[in-house]
């Protein structure tokens, strides 16, 4: 097979004290850290070292499970993407914000700020945040219905769009002697009136270096994947295996291509959690000994939410039960819980298993191993149709961020899948994309990158 | 009459490349630097290097105005307050944001994570947004009654209270050898049912440094005072005359002590427009200068939005009509209405010379002078019952601050008015105020600062 054309994306998915959820409780690690700037900023110099095309913040408007369990609570993320903007030049600043919790308005303009801050490195994880938890922090009793948080989270994309596109790039004038500062002509309020929101407006902040922040999607259920298709420009997603991989990348690209985008306008990232040693044994022994500190009893209430049953239907040293509430029967994380039964039925994995094997990844692929394997498995599902890049997941942070960087990274360099440089200024510019036109010019033209 | 105790503060207003409505148009000034991070960083180190109190951020969640008339847009409050934490250590950092608009879980937890990413300087401006235009962003048709935005004001900050304070400040154990990261006991969800929201959870924030941001308010119709009253830790006002802010200060600290609270516990600062120049004629020039730039048919407009008539209802060099919509009758900002008509009537300007005298300070106290006569000016209301400290609002940035601070702070520093270094580490240090006890403590008590 001949080799495929290109460099690959990675991103840091920057999570605490890192992925796994005991990585707190070893020697090396802080266990106040993931409220701290200064530790996020240490992991985003890290990661800009190691010439990554992005970092990431996941987050969610709720408090997870018990306090009890693992360090708790995260500083917001549009917050602390500016706090990361400021000790950094290149990399890519991607956080997560709900659709169903936020007001088009607030939002478009939180992130058309965060892109004016980082000039132009700015990108938005769109989630319609799954929880009943959640949605009673926002007035609401229940959940609302899937389709229903997707379909309004197509409308807020359109809106944030029209909102971003509301001034033309050249609106400003500047014009002193005249007195006349900017060109109402080319102000365009959206006026929108939809289903779930109506905005008259035009946003209160100009249009950010990138047009708009890089849109990113995680959702792997069919109305994710067809909200990612209409709009993603990256998606992270967790894959177990290559074969499960390709069909989700086939699927994707080709939903994409359905739509009349270009499919190469879409970088798919499955995520990596690389559990590095010097030997393959010393990979494994870090991950045996993070999985021993996992407290099985809190991950085993997580379990049972994820699959719609009740705790006490689990036992620690016996498979899943047989019959389990269908996908179509969640309202939350629908991919999520199919990902996990498929895994358990497939490896025939007891529940502590199972737990030990979510500890590490969330349902993510897994690999320990050493650097050059670490690298081998990337280049193997990039070559192969399953991946543009990689979301990378260390096990445990920053230990697991610098030993990708400082070992991962330059076997990729010298194999000439991965840049030495960065070559352009923005994160559309590290993803090899486009800035978008602006939907209201006439003569709007998609401006190239190098 | 005896030296008045203790020392003023001082807020630094930012806004733009000044207050003045033309100072965009001036030489010096660059039209673009009010969406440029750097411009207001290098503004945030003048005002520490001047050891101010604080800084400010005004903020509004829409597109005000004709962008012709000046320059439009803003960087969203909390965004651009992390940027400024970043480049400074001691200097308390404030922003506007609006209860209206909002919700509690959101905000409360970006002003918590603007609090821990500074270490302890965040304030927030509460506010109800005057204006249709805002509504209209906001799935809104019309702007929702003044008693009943002030009514969600009030239970909004009741619910973030509950939000800060539904960690304990030792609920964060961190206990690695027994797997216990937080003790869930000590976790005080809210169970909010309100009138205005329903919120169920812990906010996913550990309680901030200062427990909550320090609570700021700027409104001073009936209903503000009595928020303010309730709830605000400092206080914003525009006055333009010192019987008219003695009137203000007394009957604000009443009504703090008549609910029960010290009155020293709430901070009043008036605002001033120092227009500074080496002599009085110079200070003078300047003023004249700036007035001269404005476009008098943008501010026209403006004033009449304000006043509730038509524009077509109002002529330049002709005084106000003499018949206007009561303060009752204004849904929008009661008493910025009530305070333009009673400068208009009180000096009988004419609309041109009213938009003159609203160009520089929008209706806050302008004072044109040497150094030593605006120290005066602050001395005098400080001394004279008027003021805890001012809200100082410079025509121009950066040169009104840095004039302002090279050549007003001193002379109040060799007075002993003010501040010669930071003596605590917060924004609530600055002030002089307690951190607040955490409500949901049996055992709490309010730890006193330095
Ligand atoms: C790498 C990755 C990161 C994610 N980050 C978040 C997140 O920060 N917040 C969130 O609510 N969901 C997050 N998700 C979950 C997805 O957005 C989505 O809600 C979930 O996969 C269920 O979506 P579905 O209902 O379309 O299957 C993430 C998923 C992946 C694969
Ligand atoms: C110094 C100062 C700053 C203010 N900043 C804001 C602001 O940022 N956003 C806003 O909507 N209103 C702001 N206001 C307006 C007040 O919050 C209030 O809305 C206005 O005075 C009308 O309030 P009232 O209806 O209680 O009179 C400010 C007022 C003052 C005096």
């Not at 993931?34 to 987050?59: M, P, W, Y």
């Not at 990844?361 to 897994?366: A, F, L, S, V």
């Not at 230990?399 to 899948?417: D, H, N, Y």
């Amino acid at each position: 097979m001949s080799r495929r054309p290109g460099t690959l994306h990675l991103n840091a998915f920057l999570m605490g004290v890192g992925h796994h959820e005991a990585a707190w409780r070893l020697p090396e690690s802080d266990p106040f850290a993931h409220t701290d700037v200064g530790h996020f900023q240490e992991l985003a110099r890290i990661a800009e070292r190691g010439k990554l095309d992005s970092l990431f913040l996941a987050d969610s408007p709720v408090l997870w499970n018990n306090v009890g369990r693992r360090p708790s609570g995260a500083l917001e993320p549009t917050v602390l993407l500016t706090a990361l903007a400021g000790v950094t030049e290149h990399i890519g600043l991607i956080a997560t914000a709900s659709t169903t919790y936020n007001e088009p308005f607030n939002l478009a303009r939180r992130f058309a700020s965060v892109d004016h801050v980082s000039g132009g490195r700015a990108g938005w994880n769109i989630v319609t945040t799954a929880g009943a938890d959640a949605a009673r922090n926002f007035n609401l009793d229940e959940l609302p219905a899937h389709r229903d948080r997707y379909q309004r989270a197509a409308e807020f994309i359109e809106v944030s769009r029209k909102l971003w596109d509301s001034w033309a790039d050249d609106a400003a004038l500047g014009d002193k002697a005249a007195g006349v500062w900017g060109d109402q002509e080319r102000i365009y309020p959206p006026r929108h009136v939809g289903r779930y929101f109506k905005v008259a407006g035009a946003l209160n902040v100009p249009r950010p270096p990138q047009g708009y922040p890089l849109l990113v999607q995680a959702g792997s259920s069919e109305d994710g994947k067809e909200l990612a298709a209409r709009y993603a420009e990256a998606v992270f997603t967790a894959q177990q295996t290559l074969a499960e991989a390709q069909a989700f990348y086939t699927d994707l690209k080709a939903r994409t291509r359905a739509l009349g985008r270009d499919p190469d306008g879409i970088r798919i990232l499955p995520g990596i959690v690389p559990v590095l040693g010097g030997t393959e044994a010393e990979a494994h022994a870090l991950a045996d000994e993070l999985d021993r500190l996992i407290v099985p009893e809190y991950a085993k209430r997580q379990l049972a939410i994820t699959l719609g049953i009740s705790p006490d239907d689990l036992h620690l040293d016996r498979e899943l039960p047989a019959e389990l509430p269908a996908e179509e029967q969640i309202e939350g994380a629908k991919s999520r819980r199919t990902l996990v039964v498929a895994l358990a039925r497939r490896e025939r994995l007891t529940v502590r298993q199972l737990i030990g094997r979510l500890g590490g990844g969330r349902g993510h692929r897994t690999f320990a191993g050493t650097p050059e394997q670490v690298a081998d498995a990337v280049e193997d599902w990039w070559q192969n149709g399953a991946a543009d890049g990689f979301n990378v997941m260390p096990p445990v942070l920053p230990s697991g961020l610098a030993a990708f960087v400082e070992q991962v990274v330059p076997i990729l360099q010298r194999r000439g899948l991965f840049r030495t440089e960065y070559a352009g200024r923005t994160l559309r510019d590290n993803y090899g994309l486009p800035r978008p036109a602006n939907q209201f010019r006439a003569d709007a033209l998609a401006t190239s990158v190098s």
